[in-house]
């Protein structure tokens, strides 16, 4: 799969993306995964490490129409999915389609908005539509929303609700960058800034087309037995409250797909399994109360599942090449 145009062409938007996002290739593939495998994109982390520079990259590497959409406290729903507006001339109402009818949409600092501004973003991202006045709109496709939030300053902010973090497929951060990409940072942006001149890789009609051939990438029978153990036991560990769902399965299972053919393969490995793990479910764990200040975090709940969770023998197999996908029906 090493020269398919499908493993051509995602190698080409991380090398895109990422003259603006240095040193983060682990981090842009994941983005890109998720944007591939038709899901949405929470990006939690401190101010000034590049979220809102790596949505605007994505959507330039991906040729797509971007809107951004800063969330304050008076924000209202309408000013998320438009408003009907009456024409004097005509004597009729029209509808002036908010920032949401984009291909990919930026929601900066999500939770400094009400939880009812928030919930306008629920069947945007579940239906990937918008009922105005009672007409449904669907919206553009490909279709993905990248909202970020920082995890420090939380005074005046509105938490999201476990419904609306269940419609994020994964939950990243990107980090600190180490010290030899921070120094090439400095140069590279003396005299201007590398994302403006990211040229579109593919189109929106191509991403649309990718994302399709992603839920072709094979995923052997004994890997599906891999993300249940894995979710299972998120339901049964002792410091977890509420476990995984049906639906994180799901996305764990499209997540690893994407990541695939993200690392030119046509077939998943235990190990796209394994990466997408704590992005996809982390932010889907509650712990429980009595443990939550003896420094048990969803992710060390999910490295202590992953260390413990055995690889299928047959999946095992996949990761050296011994066992060929060949038998895809």
Same mark, same amino acid.
């Given at each position: 799969?090493?020269? #398919?145009?499908?493993?051509?062409?995602?190698?080409?938007?991380?090398?895109?993306?990422?003259?603006?996002?240095?040193?983060?290739?682990?981090?842009?593939?994941?983005?890109? @995964?998720?944007?591939?495998? #038709?899901?949405?994109?929470?990006?939690?982390?401190?101010?000034?490490?590049?979220?809102?520079?790596?949505?605007?990259?994505?959507?330039?590497?991906?040729?797509?129409?971007?809107?951004?959409?800063?969330?304050?406290?008076?924000?209202?729903?309408?000013?998320?999915?438009?408003?009907?507006?009456?024409?004097?001339?005509?004597?009729?109402?029209?509808?002036?389609?908010?920032?949401?009818?984009?291909?990919?949409?930026?929601?900066?600092?999500?939770?400094?908005?009400?939880?009812?501004?928030? /919930?306008?973003l629920l069947e945007c991202m579940e239906e990937r539509q918008v009922t105005v006045d009672g007409v449904t709109r669907p919206l553009p496709s490909p279709f993905f929303v990248i909202a970020t939030q920082n995890n420090i300053e939380l005074a005046g902010t509105y938490p999201l609700p476990e419904a609306q973090l269940d419609r994020f497929m994964a939950r990243i951060s990107i980090g600190y960058p180490a010290r030899e990409f921070e120094k090439r940072?400095?140069?590279?942006?003396?005299?201007?800034?590398?994302?403006?001149?990211?040229?579109?890789?593919?189109?929106?009609?191509?991403?649309?087309?990718?994302?399709?051939?992603?839920?072709?990438?094979?995923?052997?029978?004994?890997?599906?037995?891999?993300?249940?153990?894995?979710?299972?036991?998120?339901?049964?560990?002792? /410091?977890?409250?509420?476990?995984? /769902?049906?639906?994180? #399965?799901?996305?764990?299972?499209?997540?690893?797909?994407?990541?695939?053919?993200?690392?030119?393969?046509?077939?998943?490995?235990?190990?796209?399994?394994?990466?997408?793990?704590?992005?996809?479910?982390?932010?889907?764990?509650?712990?429980?109360?009595?443990?939550?200040? $003896?420094?048990?975090?969803?992710?060390?709940?999910?490295?202590?599942?992953?260390? $413990?969770?055995?690889?299928?023998?047959? @999946?095992?197999?996949?990761?050296?090449?011994?066992?060929?996908? /060949? #038998?895809?029906?």
């Amino acid at each position: 799969m090493d020269t #398919s145009p499908l493993v051509q062409q995602t190698r080409a938007i991380v090398d895109a993306v990422e003259k603006a996002i240095l040193g983060k290739r682990d981090t842009i593939e994941a983005a890109l @995964a998720v944007l591939l495998a #038709s899901g949405h994109l929470l990006i939690e982390d401190i101010p000034g490490v590049g979220k809102t520079t790596l949505a605007k990259a994505l959507a330039r590497a991906l040729g797509c129409e971007f809107k951004r959409i800063q969330f304050t406290p008076d924000l209202l729903p309408s000013d998320v999915t438009g408003t009907s507006v009456f024409n004097q001339k005509t004597s009729e109402f029209e509808f002036r389609p908010g920032p949401i009818f984009a291909n990919i949409v930026l929601a900066d600092e999500v939770n400094r908005s009400t939880p009812k501004t928030q /919930s306008a973003l629920l069947e945007c991202m579940e239906e990937r539509q918008v009922t105005v006045d009672g007409v449904t709109r669907p919206l553009p496709s490909p279709f993905f929303v990248i909202a970020t939030q920082n995890n420090i300053e939380l005074a005046g902010t509105y938490p999201l609700p476990e419904a609306q973090l269940d419609r994020f497929m994964a939950r990243i951060s990107i980090g600190y960058p180490a010290r030899e990409f921070e120094k090439r940072i400095l140069a590279n942006q003396l005299h201007g800034r590398p994302v403006d001149t990211i040229e579109p890789v593919v189109d929106a009609q191509e991403v649309s087309r990718i994302q399709s051939q992603v839920r072709d990438v094979y995923v052997d029978p004994s890997l599906h037995d891999f993300i249940l153990d894995l979710t299972a036991a998120t339901r049964t560990h002792p /410091s977890i409250a509420l476990g995984a /769902s049906p639906r994180a #399965s799901l996305a764990l299972l499209y997540a690893a797909q994407a990541r695939a053919a993200v690392r030119g393969r046509e077939y998943v490995v235990p190990d796209d399994i394994k990466a997408m793990t704590v992005p996809v479910l982390g932010h889907r764990l509650i712990i429980r109360p009595e443990h939550r200040g $003896r420094a048990v975090t969803p992710e060390t709940c999910l490295a202590d599942i992953l260390a $413990r969770t055995a690889v299928p023998v047959a @999946a095992s197999r996949l990761a050296t090449g011994s066992s060929a996908p /060949s #038998s895809r029906g």
